[in-house]
């Protein structure tokens, strides 16, 4: 089971093409006195970072990894050139929904470069548009999986988090999974945009409006229920007697001013 995994793994890798006997017909041609002045056309030159895909007489027979000048065959022999230079690819405004169903546009950005001639060249019709079709089903599956914002320090679309590199991590891996069979290597994927959809764009605003204020108030609470209790403190460490029914008063004059919406008015009596 193994070595027929592994034997069907070594048919998708490069191996260095013998370019000037690919085949025997190729040999044959190539020695006959009167096509020997086609030797002059034989030189290539495969430029840095660029690969190429050997093919003779349409079979793979190898890859040409290394830059310079080489002498290639000119019976039946056919280079496919791939840049192995980084590249980008952006993937805009895609719609889909995120990990608690909520509809959200997203867009993003993607760094890859190619890593196999035969399999960019060979084994898919077009490795960019390979690419460029399998992005958003990768991306789609992805945000389905994380919320888009998380208020209680979960990972979310929004990268906050303590991990908040997970999310790019796992686009990038699994978009790699996706496009390998083309020769592909996925360097980054990031969100570069995102917003919710216009249907619940208002619906949605209102809701992070409403838990910020919750949050907002749980601090300010929380914050009186502080201040009150050092005053209380401190009054009694100064030597201060007051009495429960004043402490009650004082505490609860304390948390009305602080928590208030406006500013507190006071009155004296008359």
Not at 233 to 251: D, F, N, S, V, W
Request: with cysteine; net charge negative; hydrophobic share 35%.
């Amino acid at each position: 089971m193994n070595s027929g995994s592994e034997s069907q793994e070594e048919e998708h890798q490069d191996v260095n093409a013998n370019l000037c006997c690919p085949s025997a017909l190729s040999c044959v041609l190539s020695s006959v006195p009167c096509f020997l002045p086609a030797w002059l056309g034989s030189i290539r030159v495969i430029d840095q970072n660029e690969h190429a895909a050997v093919l003779c007489w349409g079979k793979y027979v190898g890859s040409i990894t290394q830059p310079g000048i080489t002498v290639v065959n000119p019976f039946g022999v056919e280079l496919r050139k791939v840049s192995t230079q980084q590249q980008t690819l952006d993937i805009k405004d895609l719609k889909c929904t995120d990990g608690r169903g909520s509809p959200v546009i997203v867009s993003g950005n993607i760094v890859y470069r190619v890593t196999s001639a035969k399999k960019s060249m060979v084994d898919v019709q077009d490795a960019r548009n390979y690419l460029r079709e399998q992005a958003p089903m990768v991306l789609r599956k992805v945000c389905s999986k994380y919320p888009y914002e998380c208020h209680s320090g979960g990972v979310s679309l929004r990268g906050t988090g303590p991990d908040h590199e997970l999310v790019p991590r796992d686009l990038a891996r699994s978009l790699e999974e996706v496009v390998t069979d083309a020769g592909i290597c996925v360097l980054k994927f990031d969100l570069t945009d995102l917003s919710y959809a216009p249907e619940i764009a208002a619906a949605m605003l209102q809701k992070q409006q409403a838990e910020a204020m919750v949050e907002a108030r749980q601090v300010v609470v929380q914050s009186a229920v502080d201040i009150s209790s050092s005053a209380i403190k401190r009054m009694k460490a100064l030597g201060h007697t007051i009495t429960p029914a004043g402490e009650e008063r004082i505490i609860g004059n304390l948390l009305t001013v602080i928590c208030g919406d406006r500013g507190a008015t006071p009155t004296i009596n008359m």
